[in-house]
């Protein structure tokens, strides 16, 4: 089991960056990939990057390649979403969420594959 804690939210202006983290409990962090969604009032949550269990391989979605980066440091059983360049199309609710994949370099890019999420942080984008 691992529960998850995302942060680093707020108000920026477009243009502006952000980095969110997530972090999480437990030993086994490092056998979990972990991605972001985000959900914009109104919207259906969608995908916005996935990083697997080693941290070797990555995947995005087309409206943030480019601006965003998803990272992770194993030591500290945290995930960054490190974003640049933010647009007020980007303005949401920002989840992490973990699925158990030990030593696989798959990155699900869709909700249904992963079994724990955080709470949410908002991201706030004023134009």
């Known amino acids: 089991q691992v529960q998850l804690v995302e942060s680093g939210g707020g108000l920026v202006q477009a243009g502006d960056s952000l980095r969110l983290s997530c972090s999480a409990s437990?030993?086994?962090?490092?056998?979990?990939?972990v991605a972001w969604f985000r959900q914009a009032p109104g919207k259906e949550r969608e995908f916005v990057a996935a990083?697997?269990?080693?941290?070797?391989?990555?995947d995005y979605a087309d409206s943030v390649k480019g601006r965003f980066t998803i990272s992770r440091d194993n030591a500290k059983n945290t995930v960054y979403l490190q974003m640049n360049n933010l647009k007020p199309e980007d303005t949401a609710v920002y989840y992490c969420?973990?699925?158990?994949?030990?030593?696989?370099?798959?990155?699900?890019?869709?909700?249904?594959?992963?079994?724990?999420w955080g709470q949410g942080t908002q991201v706030t984008v004023s134009s």
């Open positions: 969420a973990a699925d158990f994949k030990p030593l696989s370099p798959v990155v699900p890019t869709t909700e249904r594959r992963y079994d724990h």
């Open positions: 437990g030993p086994t962090f490092k056998n979990f990939a």
């Open positions: 990083i697997s269990a080693s941290g070797g391989f990555t």
